[in-house]
C-alpha cells in the first residue's frame, strides 16, 4: 500500500542551537562594518572600504592579535593536516588519483602515499603506474587522512594505514563541513549494530560494521554479499538522523548521532524525515546533549 | 524487502507540501515541495481565436522554464532541452478529451476562447520531477479563476465582450479528470515510485505514466537508455495506477482542505 502525505506548508524556524553557549560569537554578515579602527591587518573574508573594516561572507568574527578575519560558517572543505576525508575518486592519472571532497580544487591521491596490498614498503615501479586502474577506479570511495596542503589550497592525501583504503557497501550522506565537530577519532562503531566514518569534508559514510577485522587486505577487497535487512534498517534509520540533525543546524558527533537514534526508536523510519518529526527528536536530542554537559 | 536508503518503501512519495494562490496576478498558480524538489506553476488565461479544427473549444498551451538556481547543469541555455521534453510529456498527457473540459473555456464559436497559458518554473531539482510538476499543474488549474464574460450582439451584428466587474464572479474549472503523472523507476529488479537524485543515478530506465483519478491512463513515456522487459512494463503499469489512484485522493484532500480554510488562511509563500 503506498503511504502518500501531503500537508499544507507551515512556518518553521530550526529548533538547533541557538542563543550563546559559552561566550559570545560576533557574528557578521556580508557588507556588515567589523571595526573602523584602522590599526588592524585584514585576514580572510574582509575587505577595506572607506577606513572601515567590512566583512565580504556570513559567519562568525576571529580575532588574532591584530590580524581580524571572518570565518565562514557554510563554506567548502578547507583541508587541514591530519583530517580525515571520504572522498571520490573522479580522474585516474600518471601517477596519482584525483579525488573529489567538497572542497575548492579536486584533492591528490598520489601512488606513493598508497598502500600496496599486502603491506609491502618499496618504489613504485612502472608497472605499479599502469595498474593503477586495479586499485581505485572512477567513483570509488575511500577515506584518507590529509598529509600535507599545496600552495594552491589542494589538499594530498595518503592511506597509509590499514584503516583507510577503499569503501565497500554502505550509505553516503553529504552535509556541510562545518557541521562536524573535530574530534581525537572519527572511527566510530556505534551500538546500535552500524558504524560511522564522519569524514571532516562533510561526507559521512555510514556502513555495517565488519564481523572480523581483516588485517591482510588493507581496503582493497570489497565485499560484495547482501547486506541483512536489520543491518540495513539501522543503516537508513542512522542516515534519517543524520539528515535531521543536519537541517536543525546541530553539531555532528558520535555522541549526538547516538542520542538521536536512541530519540527515533519509537517512530518509524520513513517518519524521522516529516518535519514535525524532526523537531521532536532533535528538540530530545538537544535536551539530553545539555543534561550531559551540565 | 521493501526498504530504501531513506527507510521508504518502493511506493511511498516523500512528504510534500503543497500551496495555492501564491503568485498574485495570475489566474491560478501552485506551489509543490516534494522532498528537495520545488517546482512553481502558474496559470494566465487570455483570450484568443479558437484552432481551426476544434472550432468550439479552448486549448491550453505549456511553457516549462528550468531555473538556473535549480541545478549548475541548467546554467545558461543547459534547461532548455529538458525544459522542451518536460512540456512536450506536459501535451501529451493532455491531449486525451476527457481530461478537461475544453467547451467550457469557449466564449464564440469561430471567434473567441479562453486560451490557459501554463508556465511551470523549477526552482530546484531533487529528484522525480515530472510527478511534481503533474501535481503543481493539478493544483494550480484547480486554483484557477477566468472571469465570467458576456457577449452582447449589436444592431449591425458585430459581438462585443463584456468582463463583468465583480472581481469574483468567475468560473472554476472541473480538475476530477486531469491526470497526474506518475514515474516508475527501476532499479535492479525492482521498480520504485518517486526517485530522489541518487536513486534516479542507479535507475536505467523508467517509465511515466499519467492516470486519472479513476485509474486510466492517458499517456505512457519511456525514458531512459536501459531496456525494459515486457512482463516488467505491465507489473509497472498496475502499481502506478494503484498509486495514481491513492496520490488524486490525497491530493483533493488537501485542495479541499486549503479550500476550506478560506480567505483568512495565512500565506506562507516564499518567505516562510
Given at each position: 500500500m ?14 538547533g ?5 559559552g561566550?559570545?560569537k ?16 585584514r585576514?580572510?573574508g ?13 559567519g ?7 590580524l ?10 578547507n ?7 571520504v ?7 600518471q ?8 572542497s ?9 602515499s ?5 603491506g ?10 599502469l ?18 596542503i ?24 553529504q552535509?556541510?563541513?562545518s557541521?562536524?565537530?573535530?574530534q ?23 556502513y555495517?560494521?565488519?564481523e572480523q ?40 558527533f ?5 542520542y538521536?537514534y ?8 520513513k517518519?524521522?524525515?516529516?518535519p ?16 550531559l554537559?551540565? | ?6 527507510g ?24 509543490v515541495?516534494?522532498g ?20 468550439d ?11 538556473a ?10 534547461g532548455?532541452e ?7 510529456t ?9 481530461t ?13 476562447c479562453?486560451?490557459l ?25 484547480f ?15 458585430s459581438?462585443?465582450?463584456e ?8 468560473i ?5 479528470s ?8 527501476k ?9 530522489t ?6 535507475c536505467?530506465?523508467s517509465?511515466?505514466i499519467?492516470?486519472?483519478n ?7 513515456k519511456?525514458?531512459g ?10 507489473e ?9 489512484k ?16 478560506g480567505t ?9
Amino acid at each position: 500500500m503506498a503511504a502518500i502525505s501531503m500537508r499544507l506548508p507551515v512556518v518553521r524556524k530550526p529548533v538547533g542551537p541557538s542563543g550563546p553557549r559559552g561566550g559570545e560569537k560576533h557574528l557578521v554578515a556580508p557588507g556588515d562594518t567589523i571595526t573602523t579602527d584602522t590599526g588592524y591587518m585584514r585576514g580572510h573574508g574582509t575587505y577595506v572600504e572607506d577606513e572601515k573594516l567590512i566583512a565580504s561572507v556570513a559567519g562568525a568574527v576571529e580575532r588574532v592579535n591584530k590580524l581580524v578575519c571572518v570565518r565562514a560558517l557554510k563554506t567548502r572543505y578547507n583541508g587541514e593536516v591530519g583530517d580525515i576525508v571520504v572522498g571520490r575518486i573522479t580522474e585516474v592519472q600518471q601517477k596519482r588519483w584525483k579525488v573529489e571532497t567538497n572542497s575548492r580544487l579536486d584533492s591528490i591521491l598520489l601512488l606513493s602515499s598508497m598502500n600496496l596490498p599486502g603491506g609491502e614498503l618499496r618504489r613504485r615501479s612502472a608497472e605499479d603506474e599502469l595498474a593503477m586502474r586495479d586499485y581505485l577506479q572512477e567513483g570509488d570511495l575511500i577515506s584518507a587522512e590529509v598529509q600535507s596542503i599545496f600552495s594552491d589550497g589542494a589538499v594530498s592525501l595518503h592511506t597509509r594505514s590499514l584503516k583507510y583504503g577503499k569503501l565497500g557497501q554502505g550509505v553516503l550522506v553529504q552535509v556541510s563541513p562545518s557541521l562536524v565537530k573535530r574530534q581525537k577519532t572519527h572511527f566510530h562503531d556505534l551500538p546500535c549494530g552500524a558504524s560511522v566514518i564522519l569524514g571532516n569534508n562533510g561526507f559521512i559514510w555510514i556502513y555495517p560494521t565488519p564481523e572480523q577485522k581483516d588485517e591482510e587486505a588493507g581496503g582493497f577487497t570489497t565485499n560484495l554479499e547482501p547486506v541483512p535487512l536489520s543491518d540495513r534498517e539501522v543503516i537508513s534509520r542512522l542516515r534519517n538522523c543524520i539528515v535531521a540533525l543536519v537541517t536543525q543546524k546541530m553539531m555532528l558527533f558520535d555522541t549526538s548521532i547516538l542520542y538521536c537514534y536512541e530519540a527515533s526508536l519509537p517512530h518509524q523510519i520513513k517518519d524521522i524525515l516529516k518535519p514535525e518529526v524532526m523537531e521532536e527528536i532533535v528538540l530530545e536530542t538537544q535536551q539530553r546533549l545539555l543534561d550531559l554537559e551540565g | 524487502e521493501d526498504l530504501r536508503v531513506d527507510g521508504r518503501g518502493c511506493e511511498d512519495y516523500r512528504c510534500a507540501e503543497v500551496e495555492t494562490d501564491v503568485v498574485s496576478n495570475t489566474s491560478g498558480s501552485a506551489r509543490v515541495k516534494l522532498g528537495h524538489t520545488d517546482i512553481l506553476v502558474g496559470v494566465k488565461a487570455e483570450m484568443g481565436t479558437p484552432k481551426l479544427e476544434k472550432p468550439d473549444e479552448g486549448y491550453l498551451e505549456f511553457f516549462v522554464d528550468c531555473s538556473a538556481n535549480a541545478t549548475p547543469e541548467f546554467e545558461g541555455r543547459g534547461g532548455e532541452e529538458l525544459g522542451s521534453e518536460i512540456a512536450s510529456t506536459l501535451y501529451s498527457v493532455f491531449s486525451s478529451e476527457s481530461t478537461v473540459d475544453l467547451k467550457s473555456l469557449c466564449i464564440n464559436p469561430r471567434e473567441h476562447c479562453w486560451v490557459l497559458y501554463i508556465d511551470v518554473l523549477l526552482l530546484e531539482c531533487g529528484g522525480n520531477l515530472f510527478d511534481a510538476i503533474s501535481i503543481a499543474v493539478k493544483a494550480a488549474l484547480f486554483n484557477t479563476r477566468i472571469p465570467k464574460v458576456r457577449v452582447l450582439e449589436d444592431e449591425e451584428g458585430s459581438k462585443e465582450i463584456e468582463l463583468s466587474d465583480d472581481p469574483y464572479d468567475c468560473i472554476r474549472l472541473n480538475v476530477d479528470s486531469v491526470p497526474c503523472i506518475v514515474t516508475l523507476s527501476k532499479i535492479g529488479y525492482r521498480h520504485v515510485v518517486d526517485a530522489t537524485l541518487q536513486e534516479e543515478a542507479c535507475c536505467l530506465a523508467s517509465l511515466l505514466i499519467s492516470v486519472t483519478n479513476k485509474g486510466t491512463l492517458t499517456s505512457i513515456k519511456k525514458v531512459g537508455k536501459g531496456s525494459l522487459d515486457p512482463e516488467s512494463i505491465f507489473e509497472m503499469m498496475e502499481t502506478g495506477k494503484r498509486v495514481g489512484k491513492s496520490l488524486h485522493i490525497a491530493l483533493q484532500k488537501i485542495l479541499d482542505e486549503e479550500e476550506s480554510l478560506g480567505t483568512s488562511r495565512q500565506k506562507v509563500g516564499f518567505l516562510g
